[in-house]
């Protein structure tokens, strides 16, 4: 079974600076899906940001970016000019391809974001 | 109006209780989701429903009933409940089984069983 670890519990950013949160999966898999979602106060879980395995190029949305090291199996994402609307719970999750939408989530990662 | 709607937002609920959580697409999406949202742990599937059939309980026990009539309707029915049944539990519907779906959530409703 696949597992996501998120080892920071709870992180926090200057306004306009810059963050990183981490995540590391296991899995046998070869091919997969990852994302990285965001839960803000409202409690609706959000697509930030998804990654297919076999890309070697690194998912960009915005002011979202990743960090996909496939080999050590790690899926960072980075907020670049943080804003006071990207504080929320994250959560790493993975898919493996074709049945349905059977994700695994991470614990979650709280981002405080202070102006 | 968002996509997805689930009522009632927030529930309090004595173990003897019967109630029921609502989930209501407006998407035209074919599957729907149950999740369940505990403090401090992953979110865990529940159940999912592909065009009204149920195609996947994840060992959730009986007290936990999950209902789709239609496509658009997705319920949890719930009875004598624990405690340790308070959660946060999440609905959830993609369009199709297709590797390029994405997840689409609701708000949750926020359970306590008292």
């Known amino acids: 079974a696949q597992t996501v670890t998120q080892s920071q519990p709870e992180m926090s950013v200057q306004e306009a600076e810059t963050v990183t949160l981490s995540c590391t999966y296991d899995t046998s898999e070869s091919d997969y899906y990852l994302f990285w979602y965001k839960q803000p106060p409202s409690r609706q879980m959000i697509l930030v940001i998804r990654?297919?395995?076999?890309?070697?190029q690194n998912a960009t949305e915005n002011r979202f970016s990743v960090n996909f090291q496939k080999a050590a199996k790690s899926f960072s994402l980075k907020i670049s000019d943080s804003q006071l609307g990207d504080a929320a719970m994250y959560f790493c999750a993975y898919r493996s391809p074709g049945g349905y939408q059977k994700v695994t989530f991470g614990t979650g990662t709280k981002l405080q974001v202070i102006p | 109006e968002t996509g997805v709607t689930q009522t009632p937002r927030h529930l309090v609920m004595g173990m003897t209780n019967k109630k029921s959580l609502k989930c209501e697409q407006h998407?035209?999406?074919?599957?729907m989701y149950w999740y369940k949202q505990s403090a401090k742990k992953p979110l865990e599937l529940m159940f999912v429903?592909?065009?009204?059939?149920?195609?996947e309980n994840n060992s959730v026990p009986s007290r936990f009933s999950p209902e789709c009539p239609n496509s658009s309707h997705l319920f949890l029915h719930l009875h004598t409940l624990q405690p340790e049944d308070s959660a946060l539990y999440l609905c959830?519907?993609?369009?199709?089984?297709?590797?390029?779906?994405?997840?689409?959530f609701g708000s949750g409703t926020q359970l306590s069983v008292l």
């Open positions: 429903y592909s065009l009204e059939e149920r195609v």
């Open positions: 959830a519907s993609s369009q199709g089984t297709g590797d390029n779906e994405k997840l689409f």
């Open positions: 990654q297919e395995a076999y890309k070697q």
């Open positions: 998407l035209g999406h074919n599957a």
